[in-house]
């Protein structure tokens, strides 16, 4: 009899360590189920500099990598940084000589989406090697935050000036001041953008595929003029008269809008 429950509790306890043992083999409740989070968006930029018109043309491709649609968002109107160097000496910085609009922009972009910006810009560089950085301002929702940069090298030849001949005769007055032109400009919804400056007196003209837009001129602070424009047959042409003459040595910006759309900024010179 004793030997009888000896064996019973011997199977007993086997039984308990057997049951133990199955326990122990199931999985963890560790949550294995998190997904690896989205890649932000690539950057692949080209820059070239045409020293006769004076113009940096930049073109900046932003795609979305990732088999899912993504969120993607920009703090400001600003799609990308951009920034000239000559050596350790800044020559353009296109977030500071620029406005941009502070609104947040939220986008959905597809699997595999691309989106080009194209951007024109009035410079005047001297001879010699530059680098030009770019950054890209997107923030992909999910995705580690972290800055995407390109950097390209740009070599200006030297433009050999024609000589000139002395004239025989001077002339007897000083000659009126002519309105100062500068190279047409593309932004956003806007292209081939002319400005010309008079004294305070400014004559806008260009083209667009919007029938209507709100203009303004500022130095980022103070406002000196605003006004509406349409256009006719893709084209349009408008004055812009200050209300006060800005300060010398003063740079002056050109914000045009479309209803309902994203602002374009233009520098005038």
Not at 87 to 109: A, H, K, L, P
Not at 206 to 228: I, K, M, P, R
């Amino acid at each position: 009899m004793k030997k009888t429950w000896l064996l019973a509790l011997v199977t007993a306890m086997m039984l308990i360590v057997a049951a133990c043992s199955k326990e122990e083999a199931k999985p963890s409740d560790v949550d294995d189920t998190a997904s690896t989070p989205p890649a932000l968006l690539t950057l692949d930029t080209d820059v070239s500099y045409d020293a006769d018109s004076k113009q940096l043309s930049a073109t900046v491709a932003m795609t979305n990598p990732n088999e899912e649609p993504v969120k993607v968002t920009f703090n400001s109107s600003q799609r990308f940084q951009m920034t000239v160097m000559n050596d350790e000496t800044t020559v353009f910085d296109y977030g500071s000589e620029y406005m941009f609009t502070e609104s947040i922009i939220e986008e959905t972009w597809a699997p595999g989406e691309k989106k080009v910006f194209d951007e024109v810009f009035p410079l005047t560089l001297e001879a010699g090697d530059y680098t030009v950085d770019f950054v890209g301002l997107a923030q992909v929702d999910g995705a580690p935050e972290m800055a995407v940069t390109d950097q390209q090298t740009l070599t200006v030849e030297a433009v050999e000036t024609p000589t000139e001949e002395e004239p025989t005769e001077e002339p007897a007055e000083e000659p009126a001041e002519e309105p100062s032109d500068q190279p047409a400009q593309s932004n956003g919804a806007f292209r081939d953008v002319a400005i010309k400056v008079n004294g305070n007196t400014i004559d806008v003209s260009g083209y667009t595929d919007v029938e209507e837009f709100e203009w303004s001129v500022s130095d980022g602070h103070n406002l000196y003029a605003q006004g509406a424009a349409e256009v006719t047959s893709g084209g349009f042409t408008f004055g812009v008269l200050l209300d006060e003459e800005p300060p010398a040595g003063k740079s002056l910006f050109l914000e045009m809008t479309p209803i309902g759309g994203d602002v374009s900024s233009f520098r005038i010179q």
